[in-house]
Antibody, heavy 115, light 112 residues
Framework: EVQLVESGGGLVQPGGSLRLSCTGS????????MSWVRQLPGRGLEWVAN????????NYADSVKGRFTISRDNPKNSLYLQMNSLRAEDTAIYYC????????WGQGTLVTVSS | DVVMTQSPLSLPVTLGQPASISCRSS???????????LYWFQQRPGRSPRRLIS???NRESGVPDRFSGSGSGTDFILKISRVEAEDVGVYYC?????????FGQGTKLDIK
């Protein structure tokens, strides 16, 4: 069974940093692109970033470019999102997803940016 | 960015009756490889989204056959042949043809 487990969310002040993690199991992690998608409060879904299976290509939404960094550690079946210079509008549930078509989703981790 | 427009945004349905959700894209979703990367997701209350359909009409494993997807180019439809209580939630279309990939606003389905 495919499982994705996110962690690292929490409350942070504007301008602060957080690092999200996602650990995958039940599939060959190193074979897949991986993505972060977020859900803004009471609103819809927004793609944040993705990374190729070997880490050699990374893409970012304009809204996070230059502030967020996606990375992965294939031997640890882990995906990361380093979030710097956080803003109130980054407040959301962050989901880790398999592939660029989001075939499977984790349970999400809540990030709240507030003073 | 490609804008995905869903309608209706709210869909009250009687149990056992059919339901239909429309999704329109601001550009054709036909990719250079000939595929159309249009997906449908379901988000039940308090749950993570779940992919129901990929590439317009391909149901994911475990998705009941009362769900079907159709369409081409810029116009797509998700149909539920007979709504059941477990279908309550928000449904999103998403395009995976043009960067950045974008979602529709969501359609909230509930029971009358």
């Amino acid at each position: 069974e495919v499982q994705l487990v996110e962690s690292g969310g929490g409350l942070v002040q504007p301008g602060g940093s957080l690092r999200l993690s996602c650990t995958g199991s039940g599939f060959t992690f190193s074979d897949y692109w991986m993505s972060w998608v977020r859900q803004l409060p009471g609103r819809g879904l927004e793609w944040v970033a993705n990374i190729r299976h070997d880490g050699g290509q990374k893409n970012y939404a304009d809204s996070v470019k230059g502030r967020f960094t996606i990375s992965r550690d294939n031997p640890k079946n882990s995906l990361y999102l380093q979030m710097n210079s956080l803003r109130a509008e980054d407040t959301a549930i962050y989901y880790c997803c398999i592939g660029r078509g989001y075939s499977d989703w984790g349970q999400g981790t809540l990030v709240t940016v507030s003073s | 960015d490609v804008v995905m427009t869903q309608s209706p945004l709210s869909l009250p349905v009687t149990l056992g009756q059919p339901a239909s959700i429309s999704c329109r894209s601001s550009q054709s979703l036909v990719y250079s490889d000939g595929n159309t990367y249009l997906y449908w997701f379901q988000q039940r209350p308090g749950r993570s989204p779940r992919r129901l359909i990929s590439k317009v009409s391909n149901r994911e494993s475990g998705v009941p056959d009362r769900f079907s997807g159709s369409g081409s180019g810029t116009d797509f439809i998700l149909k539920i042949s007979r709504v059941e209580a477990e279908d309550v939630g928000v449904y999103y279309c998403m395009q995976g043809t043009h960067w950045p990939y974008t979602f529709g606003q969501g359609t909230k389905l509930d029971i009358k």
